[in-house]
């Protein structure tokens, strides 16, 4: 029963389009993020989430929308596709401060 | 500013040989840090942490790192790599102040040769 599990795996798709990138958790934590890894494997953090509140909003184009529909989810829905938006998309959570973050296996977003 | 620096993007290493990654990281609050390990095309799961305490932490796969508050740096160290710890490897630091708040440095690719 995977601890984080994100959903799909692998995403090729043409700019201009819309997609959603879904994840969920079963650990009852209270934390969840979204962090981008580029081709350098430079990890960004994008958003983070603590009990369905948005508490971090990095320098991240509106095109990108979270949405925690309860503690356990948190979708990342992406408007309008752009080539530079192709990279790997993490979902992660923590129970709190100084709590192992625990990762997804990632979804391979590929704009073309 | 808060950040992390991993000066090695590769380290290259014989097999059975010992291995040490920097990490150093800048902040004007504790720090709890963290070791990251990510084998291709899987996600990132946990080496090490250092939250108190002793300074020199104890990980899986036979890892260790040491916290070093006057030098602001956490290096991770194993004394015989195996093929199998081919992989990148990330330092992360979070901040006492912000608790949601989590930063990774760039990664360093440790390659094995036999």
């Known amino acids: 029963d995977t601890a984080v599990s994100q959903t799909p795996k692998y995403l090729v798709t043409q700019m201009g389009n819309d997609k959603s990138i879904k994840c969920e958790q079963n650990l009852g934590h209270d934390t969840m993020y979204w962090y981008k890894q580029d081709s350098k494997k430079f990890l960004k953090i994008m958003f983070s989430?603590?009990?369905?509140?948005?508490?971090i909003n990095e320098t991240v184009p509106n095109r990108f929308s979270p949405k925690s529909p309860d503690k356990a989810h948190l979708n990342l829905h992406i408007n309008s596709l752009e080539l530079g938006d192709s990279a790997v998309y993490f979902c992660?959570?923590?129970?709190?401060?100084?709590?192992?973050?625990?990762f997804g296996e990632g979804s391979w977003l590929t704009v073309v | 500013a808060q950040s992390v620096t991993q000066l090695d993007s590769q380290v290259p290493v014989f097999e059975e040989a010992p291995v040490e990654l920097r990490c150093n990281y800048s902040?004007?609050?504790?720090?709890?840090l963290f070791w990251y390990v990510q084998y291709p095309n899987q996600g990132l799961q946990l080496l090490l942490k250092y939250l108190s305490g002793s300074t020199l932490v104890k990980g899986i796969n036979g890892f260790e790192a040491e916290f070093n508050k006057s030098q602001t740096s956490f290096h991770l160290r194993k004394p015989s790599v195996h093929i199998s710890d081919t992989a990148e490897y990330f330092c992360a630091v979070s901040f006492h102040s912000s608790a949601s708040k989590i930063i990774f440095g760039s990664g360093t690719r440790l390659s094995i040769r036999p």
């Open positions: 992660a959570t923590a129970a709190g401060s100084g709590n192992t973050i625990y």
């Open positions: 902040s004007s609050v504790s720090v709890y």
């Open positions: 989430y603590n009990n369905k509140e948005l508490i």
